[in-house]
């Protein structure tokens, strides 16, 4: 099957303005996808393109429109014939915004050993799953902030499930109906700030984890049947151009299916909410490694994309 990804830009261009669109990614360059879908005849279907947060929403509704357009498009050479946007005459922006973000811990064993996180056996045991603010989220090529008070901030390289429709008790066996696609997330994570010492609760995940800029997303999103197989997927991650995570989400303890039926089995997934699906062996902590000002992180994963940004600090 043709690969191709779904991006969110601002054109850098002169007299362009500071308006987001949307572009379609082939090979590592966009082509503007309102363009391609007019070359296209595809009116029907770029009257709801602009905005691919508004896609996803209605995803169910729409994806599948978009997806065969966008196909069509591709067989037709279309945007060999409009062109690639010139690299420097755009940014990257967050691909949409997601609603929701919940994010499941300690699903590897590599990565709970080197947490020094003692898990039940699987048979025992069911995902845990905890919320990430969706304000964290930030764009590749944008610097992560860290907190003043923070002083040991890590890196987590995770796959990014798109939920594409609504569900309720979702068969782990039809779960994948539910996908609209991936990304890229970085789950930065304040690790000093993830535990309280003022309540008898010792643990504050949603605290240590939801600063703004804390997740970066992206660099575009991906839709589901473009991933042949989103359980052997390459991840890794590197800090100043060491390799510090390389796994796929082969190892995940609990897979993506498990994940959608147990969180569907709590509420009611929402087009548009996130699944961070777990990150593999080889954060920060089990190093005794942080991240610090002028670090550079690129988290990466086979078949969507890789995304940079710089850590700053943030003035007291």
Known sequence: ?????????????????????????????????????????ADDVLAVAQDLTS?????????????AAVRRALDAGVPAKIG?????????????????????ASNYYEHAAEMG???????????????????????????????????????EVELAVVIGRPGRH??????????????????VSARDLNRRTDYPFTHDWFRGKSFDTFAPLGPWFVPRDVIRDPQNLRMTLS????????????????DIAEQIAYLSGILTLKPG???????????????GVYLKAGDVMVAGIEGIGVIENRVVAQHK
Not at 170 to 187: F, K, M, R
């Open 1 to 41: 099957m043709t690969w191709f990804g779904i991006a969110t830009y601002e054109s850098l261009a002169p007299g362009a303005g500071a308006a987001r669109r949307t572009a379609l990614v082939q090979h590592g360059r966009l082509y503007d996808l309102a363009a391609v879908l007019h070359e296209s005849h």
């Open 55 to 67: 896609v996803i929403s209605d995803w169910y509704v729409h994806g599948q429109a978009l997806d």
């Open 84 to 104: 690639a946007l010139a690299t420097g005459d755009y940014r990257l922006c967050v691909p949409y915004q997601p609603g929701r973000i919940f994010a499941t």
């Open 117 to 155: 996180t003692k898990l039940a056996p699987r048979s025992e045991s069911s995902p845990y799953m905890f919320m990430k603010a969706e304000t964290s989220v930030t764009a590749t090529d944008t610097e992560v902030v860290l907190p003043p008070h923070a002083e040991r901030v890590d890196w």
């Open 170 to 187: 979702i068969p782990v066996e039809q779960a994948h109906e539910w996908i609209a696609g991936y990304t890229v997330i970085n789950d």
């Open 239 to 254: 800090v100043n151009g060491e390799t510090m995570q390389n796994d796929t989400t082969a190892g995940m303890i609990f």
């Open 273 to 287: 909410d996130l699944i961070a699906t777990g990150t593999p062996t080889g954060v920060g902590m089990g190093r």
